[in-house]
């Protein structure tokens, strides 16, 4: 039962990624709402590379370049959100994970 929630919220989100990527951020940001929405009824977690697609605070899908912005500054990645600003910053020494992300981000541009 849960895995089948999670399937539905993270395909939501695979269809946000693709409808921002096309310009349609109000809708992209609606289906990322909804998953949002569904794992917090459900009490189901969605997967930390997930969590990490989308703003925190507006839910919409970051994508380098069209709704995100990506930046290196010594060993420490800023990832800013362009329609609300918010900004993350990841230690890229910490954390390997991160780092191969920051690098994908990086190669994409
Ligand atoms: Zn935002």
């Given at each position: 039962?849960?895995?089948?929630?999670?399937?539905?919220?993270?395909?939501?989100?695979?269809?946000?990624?693709?409808?921002?990527?096309?310009?349609?951020?109000?809708?992209?940001?609606?289906?990322?709402?909804?998953?949002?929405?569904?794992?917090?009824?459900?009490?189901?977690?969605?997967?930390?590379?997930?969590?990490?697609?989308?703003c925190?605070?507006?839910?919409?899908p970051l994508?380098?370049?069209?709704t995100e912005?990506?930046?290196?500054?010594?060993?420490?990645?800023?990832?800013?959100?362009?329609?609300?600003?918010?900004?993350?910053?990841?230690?890229?020494?910490?954390?390997?994970?991160?780092?191969?992300?920051?690098?994908?981000?990086?190669?994409?541009?």
């Amino acid at each position: 039962m849960k895995g089948r929630i999670l399937r539905r919220a993270v395909k939501l989100i695979d269809d946000a990624l693709d409808l921002a990527r096309r310009g349609e951020i109000e809708l992209a940001r609606d289906y990322v709402t909804l998953a949002k929405e569904y794992c917090s009824k459900t009490r189901t977690k969605l997967p930390l590379n997930y969590k990490r697609k989308v703003c925190r605070k507006c839910n919409v899908p970051l994508i380098p370049g069209v709704t995100e912005r990506r930046r290196i500054r010594g060993k420490i990645l800023i990832r800013t959100c362009l329609l609300c600003g918010w900004t993350r910053r990841y230690d890229l020494r910490k954390n390997k994970g991160e780092n191969k992300e920051a690098k994908d981000g990086r190669n994409r541009r």
